[in-house]
Structure formats: structure tokens, C-alpha cells
């Protein structure tokens, strides 16, 4: 299985990063093939709304989203990791998914079907976040990825959505979150049906 693990954070070492590598290591251990992509290091600009991609279904901005493009078609499973900033995923993530427009546009004015991943059976995906405020809701965030996933043909499988968690390696202090995160590592890459439903 292949897995493409998308770290959103601006924040390097941060605390998504630490759940991000937890869930990396559960998915390599249950022998899945992992690539580590950090958006903050890439170039990713705004969808630009030039309607370019309802004629072609894919999107003509010349930038690093073109090589993500191809990399989150060719795989069998998604993570997408992502703080909280003001309720919703960050910048660079939100760049991320808007640029999946182009996918909107196959589907919904070309009316063609999203590429299925090589092996053939629906992208699976979990999506971690944390947040520093203790009352912040998930609820705006888990719609936006929700409709991300839809689009590029992949089913949410998990997530792991943690507040009041702030301050550079608190999540640390808090063995269980990681081992849930690991866990859900384990439950994207497992091929075993009693695996992959809990």
C-alpha cells in the first residue's frame, strides 16, 4: 500500500508533526510504503480561480501542487495533518485543498471520473489536528476536509482532532494520543477488514 502523509503545519517538530510521525511509524509497521510531504517547503499558491481546469480538469498554475497532483492520485491512503488557526486548517493546507479544484471540475462540469489509485479500490484517509484553545470545535475543520476528501475520491477512515494542546512537544505528555495515533497508522495500511473498521 501506498500512503502519501501531508504535514500542514508551518511548525516544524510541532505537535501535528509528533502525531504525524506516530501515524507514519503505525503504517510503516504494518508495512506500508510512506512519502513525507511538509507543504511549509513547497510552493502552493492560492487557487486563482481562472476556471482554466473546467476545460481540462487539471489546473494550469505551474507550481509544486502540480507534482502533489500526481503523487495523491497514485495513492491508496491519505494522512493529512493540520493545526487549528482561527478554525480551520492551516494556510498552507488550505492552499493545498483548494488547489484540488481542478478534481471538483472533472467531476462536476466534465462529468469524468476521478482516477482511482492503481490498485483500484477508493482512497482511504485520516486527518490529525490539534488546536490550542480547550473549548476550540473540529466541527468547520472536519467539513472542509470532508469535502476534500469527497472530491479526490477518498473515504475518511479516521481522525484524531486534540484541543488545548499548544506549546512546541506538549503533546508529549500524553503517551495515549500518541499510541491512538499510531493506531491509526496501523488501521490505514492494514489490508485486514477487522483492521481497517475500528
Not at 503505525?26 to 487557487?47: D, F, N, Q, T
Request: neutral net charge; contains cysteine; charged residues 20%.
Amino acid at each position: 500500500m501506498k500512503i502519501l502523509a501531508i504535514a500542514g503545519s508551518p511548525r516544524r517538530g510541532g505537535n501535528t508533526d509528533t502525531l504525524l510521525d506516530q501515524t507514519i511509524a503505525g503504517a510503516r509497521s504494518a508495512g506500508a510504503e510512506v512519502e513525507h510531504i511538509i507543504l511549509s517547503r513547497l510552493k502552493i499558491a492560492p487557487c486563482i480561480e481562472c476556471n482554466h481546469c473546467f476545460e481540462t480538469g487539471r489546473c494550469v498554475v505551474k507550481d509544486d501542487h502540480q507534482l502533489l497532483y500526481d503523487k495523491t492520485l497514485e495513492a491508496d491512503g491519505i494522512m493529512l495533518a493540520s493545526p487549528i488557526f482561527f478554525m480551520n486548517v492551516s494556510a498552507q493546507t488550505k492552499a493545498f485543498i483548494d488547489r484540488f479544484q481542478c478534481l471538483w471540475a472533472l467531476r462536476n462540469v466534465l462529468k469524468l471520473p476521478v482516477p482511482l489509485p492503481p490498485a483500484g479500490a477508493k482512497r482511504r484517509a485520516i486527518f490529525l489536528s490539534t488546536a490550542g484553545w480547550s473549548k476550540t470545535k473540529f466541527d468547520c475543520t472536519l467539513s472542509v476536509v470532508r469535502a476534500f476528501l469527497t472530491t479526490i475520491e477518498a473515504k475518511l477512515v479516521g481522525t484524531l482532532c486534540i484541543n488545548g494542546i499548544d506549546d512546541k512537544g506538549e503533546v508529549e505528555q500524553h503517551p495515549e494520543m500518541l499510541e491512538q495515533a499510531y493506531a491509526l497508522g496501523v488501521q490505514l495500511a492494514s489490508t485486514d477488514e477487522a483492521a481497517r473498521s475500528l
